[in-house]
């Protein structure tokens, strides 16, 4: 690891000032760590925010449900309010990476750093979250804007993540039998504004809205509306791990049991 | 330098470090307590778990400084004059070949016990499987490793 200055601010603020040139901020640190050993990251300065009471903290009403950026995916997973309003959420949370991950990692990390096999990313998607930070608020429809990139502007701090509570959703995935990351992962939804459905781990461009899915589930929202769709592949990336044609044929599949799950 | 105080295994310590120094670094280096492993250093075998607060984390994948103000405890702590009941059901069931992963299992294990009791949830041979999947053993296989901690879940 390159040397670097730790930092430990008290508010937002403090590491919105915190946050010059090479500066980065840590969350949970369970990807920035690892990518710092590798060289593939060397901030010049970690402004951690993991402590910051207002960061922290889920709180839920009949219509939405809105999760602190420095909560870890723990706390979401094992909360009885998100499991009562939004099962689905509280699922995905509990997949991510293994136990241990999960009592460190955060929701605020998770999605600022947009990995294209995170599970996050498909349920702001899929749910039609809104990332709120410290300048603005975000629709997940413009927060996603690539591989590992987001519209997060330079100094821009994610604060929350509020999540219309949908009328029922599902999240399923296919891992990848070693990593256990998502090479296909489904967020379906039928919300107060349509269907959603949105796909991480395929998408040759990060997480994306599989309109296909989402205009047969709004004539009926059934597994067996979906068995005759075909997922176009010019937009999934093919790898070692599963071509194009095979990782369309798993969304599909996926998506159907996500539906069966839905609630 | 950073200045990292803790509380490990119910002992107070303070020390200055280089900000970027990992916690298991601190622990081994800093401390001497060489039980904590750096097995992959990748955050995917477990064999660096510790409980940082109570619950179960990699430390090699976390900075002491970032840990500091934290009660930490690490596989010499879990023994409270004779052993602790994880670590006789391992012993019991045989439940290490190498034992390069154990104080990790040991530590994942006694965090998933904690767990399942307090939410009250059944914590079967299924469960204790899935719980298992950010520790990796490389020597055998994971029968009598599930088999201690389901000895230890009932004694704990």
Not at chain 1, 20 to 44: N, V, W
Not at chain 1, 82 to 104: E, M, S
Not at chain 2, 106 to 134: F, N, P, Q
Request: net charge neutral; glycine share 10%.
């Amino acid at each position: 690891m390159y040397a670097t200055t730790y930092h430990r601010p008290s508010s937002v603020e403090e590491a919105a000032r915190l946050l010059s040139g090479e500066a980065k901020i840590l969350a949970g640190g369970q990807t920035l760590l690892p990518a710092m050993k590798l060289h593939l990251a060397g901030p010049s300065d970690l402004v951690d925010i993991r402590r910051i009471g207002a960061l922290k903290g889920i709180k839920a009403d009949r219509s939405a449900v809105t999760i602190g950026a420095a909560t870890t995916h723990f706390e979401v997973a094992s909360s009885p309010d998100i499991r009562k309003a939004i099962p689905a959420l509280a699922t995905l949370a509990g997949w991510i990476g293994d136990p241990a991950v999960r009592h460190v990692g955060t929701i605020g990390g998770s999605i600022a750093n947009n990995d294209p096999a995170a599970d996050y990313p498909a349920g702001l998607l899929g749910l039609g979250a809104t990332v709120v930070t410290n300048q603005r608020e975000i629709a997940a429809d413009d927060f996603f804007t690539g591989l590992f990139s987001t519209a997060l502007e330079d100094g821009e701090i994610i604060t929350a993540v509020r999540f219309p509570v949908p009328k029922r959703a599902g999240y399923e995935k296919l891992r990848h039998p070693a990593s256990r990351f998502a090479l296909v992962g489904v967020m379906v939804a039928e919300t107060a504004g349509g269907v959603r459905v949105a796909v991480t781990g395929s998408g040759s461009d990060g997480v994306f809205r599989a309109t296909e899915l989402e205009a047969a589930l709004a004539k009926s929202f059934t597994a067996s509306a979906l068995a005759g769709i075909t997922i176009a592949t010019d937009r999934l990336m093919s790898d070692i791990h599963g071509d194009a044609a095979y990782r369309a044929n798993a969304i599909r599949v996926i998506a159907q049991r996500a539906v069966g799950s839905a609630k | 330098m950073a200045e990292v105080k803790l509380t490990v295994n119910g002992k107070r310590v303070t020390r200055h470090v280089p900000d970027e120094t990992l916690l298991v670094e601190f622990l081994r280096e800093e401390l001497r307590l060489t039980g904590t492993h750096v097995g992959c250093d990748t955050s995917q075998c477990g064999a660096c778990t510790v409980h940082v607060d109570g619950m179960a984390v990699k430390s090699c994948t976390m900075l002491a400084a970032s840990a500091s103000g934290s009660e930490v405890t690490t596989i010499e702590g879990l023994a409270n004059g004779g052993l602790h009941p994880m670590q006789k059901a391992f012993n019991d069931n045989h439940g290490l070949q190498c034992g390069f992963c154990t104080p990790g299992m040991i530590m994942t294990a006694v965090d998933m016990v904690r767990r399942y009791k307090a939410s009250g949830e059944r914590l079967d041979e299924e469960a204790i499987r899935h719980e298992l999947e950010g520790n990796i053993c490389r020597c055998t296989g994971y029968h009598n490793i599930v088999k201690s901690i389901q000895q230890a879940a009932g004694e704990m």
